[in-house]
């Protein structure tokens, strides 16, 4: 399994990076072969060649450097989403997947997902809400100002996003660490 952590330097916000860590742990204690590909801005992405790409959450000024780099692979990203391999982004890089995001200026987003991001006012709570893809609720903590004007494909209640093997959330935690229940269902997803 080929795994590319997407921006490890600079969207690594609130302890992200253990959900890269309990995938390998749970990898490496089922005996399967994986390894993990640190990417950032210098790198060229190719995501075809990728099992799993993973993003975690940054500053909005880090998000947006991330975009920026990203819309060059826009096609490749469509492509790779439409043929059902996995993403899993956490925190405000969901906000990247959408038409446009809408803060001190309208930046334009990857438009693989149609829905519009907002960013007003900063939220921060513990969370326990409902999940409809497993039978216990999902815990975590949301810090984020990320308003999006709809939810088409809800991951959990009324929260985060999945389209095909796209998975989207707001929740940090990190949210496979809190959750073990949604990692197994998540690795289990492969």
């Known amino acids: 399994m080929k795994i590319a952590y997407l921006y490890y330097d600079f969207l690594n916000l609130y302890g992200e990076s253990g959900n890269i860590k309990i995938i390998a742990d749970v990898l490496k204690y089922n005996k399967i072969k994986y390894e993990i590909i640190y990417l950032s801005l210098d790198d060229d992405l190719d995501f075809a060649s990728y099992d799993l790409v993973y993003i975690g959450s940054g500053t909005e000024e880090n998000q947006k450097i991330a975009?920026?780099?990203?819309?060059?692979?826009?096609?490749?990203?469509?492509?790779?989403?439409?043929?059902?391999?996995?993403?899993?982004?956490?925190?405000?890089?969901?906000?990247?997947?959408?038409?446009?995001?809408?803060?001190?200026?309208?930046?334009?987003?990857?438009?693989?997902?149609?829905?519009?991001?907002?960013?007003?006012?900063?939220?921060?709570?513990?969370?326990?809400?409902?999940?409809?893809?497993?039978?216990?609720?999902?815990?975590?903590?949301?810090?984020?100002?990320?308003?999006?004007?709809?939810?088409?494909?809800?991951?959990?209640?009324?929260?985060?996003?999945?389209?095909?093997?796209?998975?989207?959330?707001?929740?940090?935690?990190?949210?496979?660490v809190r959750n073990p229940e949604f990692l197994q269902y998540f690795l289990n997803s492969f």
């Open 67 to 176: 975009l920026q780099h990203l819309l060059k692979y826009k096609k490749d990203i469509v492509k790779y989403i439409e043929n059902d391999k996995f993403i899993l982004v956490t925190g405000n890089s969901v906000d990247m997947f959408g038409k446009k995001i809408i803060a001190d200026k309208e930046y334009r987003g990857l438009n693989v997902l149609d829905f519009i991001v907002r960013q007003e006012k900063r939220k921060m709570e513990e969370i326990y809400i409902d999940s409809k893809i497993t039978k216990n609720k999902i815990l975590g903590f949301i810090n984020n100002n990320s308003y999006p004007d709809r939810l088409e494909y809800p991951l959990f209640e009324n929260e985060g996003i999945k389209y095909h093997h796209f998975y989207g959330t707001y929740i940090l935690g990190p949210i496979l």
